[in-house]
């Protein structure tokens, strides 16, 4: 399916980061056998992952040559939340990791925190903007790795997700590995039940069902965000991205979105962002009216019911 939406080429992006003194590949995160719990910023009074514990770094001895993962993580005033997303993507452990930060010009203390951390981050930049989409664009145009993520600064990876997803990619070859996110209600402190998600088929994409913080893709079937769109823009992403490719679940909780007012997804103040995104992501340009949204509405409810029935 061809589309007429305005999608930016990373090799100019890229070409703009080499123009001003970027040396391109990124360098890779410093690791360490022992794992880098001790070497990393100490952090007092607070317990558990991923703060004072961290992956078992003597797990990857199985293999000498890891293929190289990019995470990318767009982050913009996040203060309350970056120094856990990057302590999760970086006690993983992961021996073959390329770690990219790009913060929109942050005024709230964020780049302070980022600064603690560049020892072992490959690439990070606090500029003003266009947007998120701008931002993980620009990230993705600076990656190299064999395999892609990105996570939002106030999101991150539960241990041992990077193991189990690049295990998965190995072992099975698909192009889109997935899983489960756990949702953290921030001002209550407490996790929601696990939203178990069915494995995704192409017929039901147009479901906003996928949980971005637990998506992995191999680079080979990359493409650019929309940067118009404010909120929708994974949605849309994998309506591009995944048809037609072998996509593989893993049926485990593999990070944890924080549930807190200023998320997108909670701030009332994004509904008519959300409904423009919706309506440029329907426009005959883009993706179009799901002509059959009603049967794709019944068959749905008929997986679920089976699934549930035999707990698939």
């Avoid at 939002?152 to 189990?164: A, C, E, R, W």
Wanted: aromatic share 12%.
């Amino acid at each position: 399916m061809s589309f007429n939406i305005d999608l930016p080429d990373l090799d100019n992006y890229r070409n703009a980061f080499i123009a001003n003194g970027v040396t391109y590949p990124l360098k890779t995160v410093e690791s360490k056998k022992a794992g880098l719990l001790g070497a990393l910023p100490a952090v007092n009074n607070k317990n558990g992952w991923p703060w004072d514990e961290e992956f078992d770094p003597s797990l990857y001895i199985s293999k000498d040559n890891w293929p190289k993962l990019t995470i990318v993580v767009p982050s913009y005033n996040q203060t309350s939340f970056l120094e856990q997303t990057i302590r999760a993507i970086l006690l993983q452990n992961y021996p073959n990791l390329e770690l990219i930060i790009i913060d929109g010009g942050s005024n709230d203390g964020s780049v302070e925190i980022i600064k603690r951390y560049e020892k072992w981050i490959s690439f990070w930049q606090s500029k003003t903007d266009r947007g998120q989409g701008h931002a993980i664009n620009l990230g993705f145009s600076l990656a190299s790795g064999s395999y892609y993520a990105w996570i939002n600064s106030d999101d991150y990876y539960l241990k041992g997700t990077f193991f189990k997803i690049i295990e998965r990619f190995i072992n099975k070859s698909p192009a889109f590995v997935y899983g489960y996110v756990l949702d953290f209600v921030v001002k209550d402190l407490r996790f929601n039940p696990l939203n178990r998600l069915l494995p995704v088929k192409d017929y039901f994409l147009r479901l906003p069902t996928l949980a971005q913080p637990a998506c992995f893709w191999s680079a080979t079937i990359h493409q650019p965000i929309w940067e118009e769109l404010n909120c929708s823009l994974d949605y849309e992403l994998w309506l591009r991205l995944i048809i037609g490719v072998k996509k593989n679940i893993i049926k485990e909780a593999l990070a944890v979105a924080n549930i807190h007012a200023d998320a997108k997804t909670s701030d009332l103040k994004m509904k008519a962002k959300w409904d423009e995104d919706h309506k440029l992501i329907c426009s005959p340009d883009a993706h179009g009216n799901v002509n059959n949204w009603n049967t794709v509405i019944l068959l749905h409810r008929i997986r679920l019911k089976i699934h549930r029935l035999f707990r698939l």
